[in-house]
């Protein structure tokens, strides 16, 4: 999509939008106020990580940042939870204590924070920071319980020790108190023998157990609060302003997605660029509609007639120096203003200069004698039927002295019968003869076939639309039906402001309504046909006043009301 064409896309939806963010952000405010808000506290805590060998390698040292990535899961783990909640007295469960409270480590620190939700922000500064108190001590636990089995062993060797040095002194006490004798002193000498055997196993002990206690103290992981939670000011969520934001732009995305399936599924040949991308046939012009009231010869609108002059010198240039000769004036339904189109055309034509027949082809309905007020007892249809007849014969004059029309005539029981045999073409003939263009009005092309009988007999084909209510598809089976005879196309503005091109908007204040025609052959017009009481410009530059006939309104178009 180019910038004109968004641009038109954005002009023909501007209400839709506009008033989608509007609804959308109105409905985001209102489920905002219904959302309760939610309170967040944090508490800080520092990752200490034990060093047990004497030369630690970086690994070790790094250790940290790893530990308190581990502590962040272990936080959110059943027994701590459950205990800070029973300090607390909160009765949740554990996935609902697993959703508000949530821990993670502080990127490239040894920092880890541990934060509690709630809807009330006391509450969660005191659940947090009954989660962190938990932890720590259950951490300390933990960490002493690694060294316990090997303290507890070595205090019971050290005991054991000193008792049985205690033991051996009471006995060299007792030998030393006797009279010396031999034997004595070879006791004596025995038991301060183990004596200090047993002092140099207590020493040894001893310094053990210390060295115990200080790879102890060096290798604890230690956890300590740094900044304990306090009760939050301000909600985490809803967040008014991005709810808000968010609200309008949906609504946004939900109205461009409708108005481009709109767009989409719309195929209404409303303005130019429609008509050429359905079909590919070029526009020949648009025609507004004129207001009521409008009179036959004195539309009472100078738009109205520059459109169908401008309609007819589109016509005569698509082929310079080659006559119009037979012209189908034809549309896909009923409504379009084919009928008001074709009369219109013929007046412009004859207006021009050239001698015009307009045959009202539409034995079905046929609406041209209202028009032209002419009588209806003879016409097309007895031509066909009767041989005999001269087609000079039942041409009916208008005010136009080189505008005659034939009309539609009794309507016969198969008028596409008629339009299908050879007399036909000895009709054709004998009007090509008394004319220079013969405008034919017909039958809708989705209704009856009439239109396409003649299509094939004549030299063009204008194919009249209407852009408050013509569709592609209906266009498109129009063209198929007339096998490739049409190359153009006219419009017609319609009244709904919103389904104009810009182009019909340069045309018409009233929006309008499409048509398409096509072009085969074109003959070089005369100046004025002689005896009209048109105006006709002298050579030398002046005019002679004479009364213009004007355009015909389309305000009774029979079309419009079937």
Same mark, same amino acid.
């Given at each position: 999509m180019?910038?004109?064409?968004?641009?038109r896309?954005?002009?023909r939806?501007?209400?839709?939008?506009l008033?989608?963010?509007?609804?959308?952000?109105?409905?985001? @405010?209102?489920?905002?106020?219904?959302?309760?808000?939610?309170?967040?506290?944090?508490?800080?805590?520092l990752?200490?990580q034990?060093?047990?060998s004497?030369?630690?390698?970086?690994?070790e040292?790094? =250790?940290?940042?790893?530990?308190a990535?581990?502590?962040?899961e272990?936080?959110?783990?059943?027994?701590v939870l459950?205990?800070?909640?029973?300090?607390?007295?909160?009765?949740?469960?554990?996935?609902?204590l697993?959703?508000r409270?949530?821990?993670r480590?502080?990127?490239?620190?040894?920092?880890?924070?541990?934060s509690?939700?709630?809807?009330? !922000?006391s509450?969660?500064?005191?659940l947090?920071?009954?989660?962190?108190s938990?932890?720590?001590?259950?951490?300390?636990?933990?960490?002493?319980s690694?060294?316990? !089995?090997?303290r507890?062993?070595?205090? /019971?060797?050290?005991?054991?020790? &000193?008792?049985?040095?205690?033991?051996?002194?009471?006995?060299?006490?007792?030998l030393?108190?006797?009279p010396?004798?031999?034997?004595?002193?070879?006791?004596?000498?025995r038991?301060?023998?183990?004596?200090?055997?047993?002092?140099?196993? @207590?020493?040894?002990?001893?310094?053990?157990?210390e060295?115990? /206690?200080?790879?102890?103290?060096r290798?604890?992981?230690?956890?300590?609060?740094?900044?304990?939670?306090?009760?939050?000011?301000?909600?985490?969520?809803?967040?008014p302003?991005?709810?808000?934001?968010?609200?309008?732009?949906?609504?946004?995305?939900?109205?461009?997605?409708?108005?481009?399936?709109?767009?989409y599924?719309?195929?209404?040949?409303?303005?130019?660029?429609?008509?050429?991308?359905?079909?590919?046939?070029?526009?020949?012009?648009?025609?507004?509609?004129?207001?009521? =009231?409008?009179?036959?010869?004195?539309?009472?609108? /100078?738009?109205?007639?520059?459109?169908?002059?401008?309609?007819?010198?589109?016509?005569?240039?698509?082929?310079?120096?080659?006559?119009?000769?037979?012209?189908?004036v034809?549309?896909? %339904?009923?409504?379009?203003?084919?009928?008001?189109?074709?009369?219109?055309?013929?007046?412009?034509?004859?207006?021009?200069?050239?001698?015009?027949?307009?045959?009202?082809a539409?034995? @079905?309905r046929?609406? &041209?004698?209202?028009?032209?007020?002419?009588?209806?007892? /003879?016409?097309l249809?007895?031509?066909?039927?009767?041989?005999?007849?001269?087609?000079?014969?039942?041409?009916?004059?208008?005010?136009l002295?080189?505008?005659?029309?034939?009309p539609? =005539?009794?309507?016969?029981?198969e008028?596409?019968a008629?339009?299908?045999?050879?007399?036909?073409?000895?009709?054709?003939?004998?009007?090509?003869?008394?004319?220079?263009?013969?405008?034919?009005?017909?039958?809708?092309?989705?209704?009856?076939?009439?239109?396409?009988?003649?299509g094939?007999r004549?030299?063009?084909?204008?194919?009249?639309?209407?852009? !408050?209510?013509?569709?592609?598809?209906?266009?498109?089976?129009?063209?198929?039906?007339?096998?490739?005879r049409?190359?153009?196309?006219?419009? @017609?503005?319609s009244?709904?402001?919103?389904?104009?091109?810009?182009?019909?908007?340069?045309?018409?204040?009233?929006?309008?309504?499409?048509?398409?025609?096509?072009?085969?052959?074109?003959r070089?017009?005369?100046?004025?046909?002689?005896?009209?009481?048109?105006?006709?410009?002298?050579? =030398?530059g %002046?005019?002679?006043?004479?009364?213009?006939?004007?355009?015909?309104?389309?305000?009774?178009d029979?079309?419009?009301?079937?």
């Amino acid at each position: 999509m180019n910038l004109d064409a968004a641009l038109r896309f954005a002009r023909r939806w501007l209400p839709l939008l506009l008033l989608g963010p509007l609804v959308g952000g109105l409905a985001g @405010h209102l489920v905002v106020r219904q959302v309760p808000p939610v309170y967040e506290a944090t508490v800080t805590l520092l990752v200490g990580q034990g060093i047990t060998s004497t030369n630690p390698g970086s690994d070790e040292l790094n =250790g940290a940042g790893q530990l308190a990535q581990t502590y962040a899961e272990a936080v959110r783990t059943r027994p701590v939870l459950a205990e800070a909640a029973a300090q607390q007295g909160l009765s949740l469960s554990i996935r609902e204590l697993q959703e508000r409270v949530q821990a993670r480590r502080v990127p490239n620190t040894q920092l880890m924070r541990i934060s509690a939700q709630s809807t009330y !922000s006391s509450e969660a500064a005191a659940l947090a920071n009954a989660v962190a108190s938990v932890f720590v001590a259950k951490n300390l636990e933990v960490q002493a319980s690694r060294f316990a !089995s090997s303290r507890e062993s070595l205090g /019971r060797l050290v005991d054991s020790l &000193q008792s049985d040095m205690d033991a051996r002194g009471r006995e060299i006490d007792v030998l030393r108190a006797q009279p010396p004798s031999p034997d004595r002193d070879t006791e004596l000498s025995r038991l301060q023998s183990e004596l200090t055997q047993l002092q140099a196993t @207590h020493s040894a002990t001893v310094r053990s157990y210390e060295d115990l /206690r200080v790879t102890e103290a060096r290798g604890m992981n230690t956890l300590a609060i740094l900044e304990p939670a306090v009760a939050p000011d301000e909600p985490v969520r809803p967040n008014p302003r991005l709810a808000l934001f968010l609200a309008v732009l949906g609504g946004l995305v939900v109205a461009v997605g409708t108005a481009a399936l709109i767009e989409y599924l719309d195929d209404a040949l409303r303005d130019r660029r429609r008509v050429t991308t359905a079909t590919g046939l070029p526009t020949l012009g648009l025609v507004p509609r004129g207001d009521s =009231g409008i009179s036959l010869r004195d539309p009472g609108s /100078r738009r109205i007639t520059e459109s169908y002059r401008l309609l007819r010198s589109n016509i005569i240039a698509l082929s310079p120096g080659r006559g119009l000769g037979n012209l189908v004036v034809a549309s896909p %339904s009923a409504g379009e203003g084919k009928s008001i189109t074709a009369a219109n055309l013929a007046v412009t034509l004859a207006e021009a200069g050239q001698r015009v027949i307009l045959v009202d082809a539409d034995m @079905h309905r046929p609406t &041209q004698m209202r028009h032209f007020n002419v009588p209806n007892r /003879r016409g097309l249809a007895t031509l066909l039927v009767d041989s005999d007849q001269s087609a000079e014969a039942l041409l009916q004059p208008t005010w136009l002295a080189n505008l005659r029309m034939l009309p539609a =005539g009794p309507t016969p029981p198969e008028p596409s019968a008629l339009l299908s045999s050879k007399r036909l073409d000895e009709v054709l003939g004998q009007l090509s003869q008394l004319s220079d263009v013969v405008v034919f009005d017909t039958p809708p092309l989705l209704a009856q076939p009439d239109a396409v009988l003649l299509g094939t007999r004549a030299d063009g084909v204008l194919m009249v639309v209407d852009a !408050s209510k013509s569709r592609g598809r209906q266009f498109i089976r129009g063209l198929e039906m007339l096998r490739g005879r049409c190359c153009g196309s006219r419009a @017609h503005p319609s009244w709904a402001p919103s389904s104009i091109g810009s182009r019909s908007n340069q045309l018409s204040t009233p929006p309008t309504r499409t048509t398409t025609g096509s072009r085969p052959s074109v003959r070089t017009p005369r100046r004025w046909w002689p005896g009209s009481d048109n105006v006709e410009r002298s050579a =030398g530059g %002046s005019r002679r006043a004479g009364r213009r006939p004007s355009p015909l309104s389309d305000r009774q178009d029979p079309d419009q009301r079937r």
